[in-house]
């Protein structure tokens, strides 16, 4: 059947209006809400109240920006807001609603929207609904919905006569397993192109806060941890193995393929093809991974290469033609380049009208002497006395257990919050400090949470957050 027989014509319109963000994060809310009510619906009053509740929370940059044609602008209340979005959200399919006999007015979802939703909640993990001093964030937390251990325990646990079944779980959790990733590769090619694509220490830094809660956590901590594949992998290979030269399981597994393609030729050459299939995929995740692994590092070091070069770009030529450039940039977009030409002009002078000579360039290659102090000498270490501070002067900062303790120092009950100690440093060894602990935080028990509020150091101006230790 063809997709736009089933999904209305203007369905994607509140997807690409001008009110997007609000409508987004309020389809997302209200399917929330829908799906703790009962399995015929819920009341829409219910949804009405709930969702006034939400855009009430929401900070200005959402609630307050909502605008358009002559109904819109008469939205007086937050309650009235509601009603509009929901109306909009029935004429264009998201929604439909029943009245019962008792003449209750019954909300559901239509069954496209719902797979729709779904989809959006994931390529948007992140959606921000502030409730006072918290963050609650719509993150799917299992993206990877422990895959390797299912076809491990379909593999081990398998009952007689169902292999055909069997077969057909494994092959699409399989499927379900490389999707995820593929989705994980592409997410951190993404965020690897952001460190280019971004020059304020800001977005670096929130985008590292975001990468850490949207992937690091999620997906990332995952294949190395619960979902590793080399836990499992021998096992599930030689299972597969033994499908394809076991008989007797492999007629069980052509009786369910019969079914599917009709033609016992083909039902054979499908089944062998599949199980080869999953073994060469086995066989291979090592490869993908060891990919994943890669980004993964060339993410974290090109943003801590970025940072430190932002930090310290103020005290190199390169950082001062780029602070001119800026300037320059900012004037423009003023109408004021002329003043901004005028302003930088006595930084440089060119001389016109004179030519170099191609001899002034040259300069003899002079005589190489030995030089007697390559060579270390005892006699000059003498006396020098190998102290702690000594060795400090030799030591990273920037060490797993320095990091540590660095970060267990700050911690106030459990918390500790960016803005009480990068405020008003002007370290760059700080703020670097700053990235290796919320590194250091992704791989242990400890949470990273964005704020409302901004940090505005001499350096960057930096969205505030916290990283809150977990209770075990």
Same mark, same amino acid.
């Given at each position: ?45 219910? /949804? ?9 929370? =929401?900070?200005? @940059? ?34 439909y609603v029943d009245v ?27 959606? =921000? ?36 079944? +069997?077969? @057909? ?8 397993? %490389? ?16 460190? /280019? ?10 985008? =590292? ?44 597994? +052509? ?29 291979? +995740? ?41 300037? %320059? ?57 190998i102290t702690s501070d ?16 660095? =970060? ?10 960016? @803005?009480?100690w990068i405020m008003y ?5 700080? /703020? ?17 949470? +964005? ?22």
């Amino acid at each position: 059947m063809d997709i736009f027989s089933i999904i209305p014509d203007n369905f994607f319109s509140l997807l690409s209006s001008k009110n997007k963000k609000i409508y987004v994060a309020s389809i997302i809310e209200a399917f929330k809400i829908y799906e703790t009510g009962s399995i015929l619906g819920i009341e829409k009053k219910t /949804v009405v109240d709930e969702l006034t509740v939400f855009l009430q929370s =929401l900070n200005d @940059s959402y609630s307050n920006e909502f605008e358009g044609d002559e109904e819109e602008n008469q939205i007086e209340s937050k309650r009235d807001l509601a009603n509009f979005i929901l109306r909009r959200m029935e004429e264009c399919g998201w929604i439909y609603v029943d009245v019962t006999n008792d003449y209750e007015e019954i909300l559901n979802f239509t069954d496209y929207a719902i797979t729709i939703v779904e989809a959006l909640m994931k390529i948007s993990p992140v959606v =921000l609904d502030n409730y006072g001093d918290e963050q609650s964030y719509y993150i799917n937390q299992n993206e990877y919905q422990g895959y390797i251990y299912t076809i491990y325990s379909l593999v081990t646990n398998p009952n007689p006569g169902d292999y055909g079944m +069997l077969m @057909s779980q494994i092959y699409s959790n399989t499927k379900l397993l %490389i999707r995820s990733l593929r989705k994980l590769d592409s997410r951190l090619k993404d965020y690897i192109t952001s460190v /280019v694509e971004n020059s304020e220490i800001k977005d670096l830094m929130n985008n =590292l806060i975001a990468y850490k809660t949207e992937l690091f956590d999620n997906n990332y901590q995952k294949i190395k941890t619960s979902d590793n594949v080399n836990k499992y992998r021998l096992t599930i290979v030689t299972k597969l193995e033994e499908y394809e030269d076991n008989e007797a399981i492999f007629k069980s597994i +052509l009786l369910d393929y019969r079914l599917r393609f009709g033609n016992e030729d083909e039902a054979k050459k499908r089944a062998i093809r599949d199980i080869n299939e999953l073994i060469d995929v086995f066989n291979s +995740l090592d490869d993908f991974i060891h990919e994943i692994d890669e980004k993964n590092k060339t993410y974290i070091n090109s943003t801590i290469g970025k940072v430190k070069f932002l930090l310290t770009e103020d005290d190199n030529v390169i950082g001062k033609i780029n602070s001119i450039l800026k300037y %320059i940039k900012v004037q423009n977009k003023a109408g004021h380049i002329d003043k901004a030409m005028n302003t930088i002009s006595p930084l440089f002078k060119f001389k016109g009208n004179r030519m170099l000579n191609q001899n002034s360039l040259y300069t003899p290659r002079g005589n190489y002497t030995h030089n007697q102090y390559q060579f270390l000498d005892d006699e000059r270490f003498e006396g020098l006395e190998i102290t702690s501070d000594f060795i400090s002067q030799f030591k990273t900062p920037y060490n797993e257990i320095e990091v540590g303790k660095y =970060l267990n120092s700050h911690l106030k009950d459990g918390v500790l919050k960016a @803005s009480d100690w990068i405020m008003y440093t002007t370290s760059a060894d700080e /703020v670097l400090k700053v990235i290796y602990t919320v590194l250091f935080a992704g791989d242990h028990a400890y949470n990273v949470y +964005l704020l409302n509020d901004y940090i505005y150091n001499e350096h960057f101006t930096l969205k505030n957050f916290t990283i809150e230790r977990i209770d075990e």
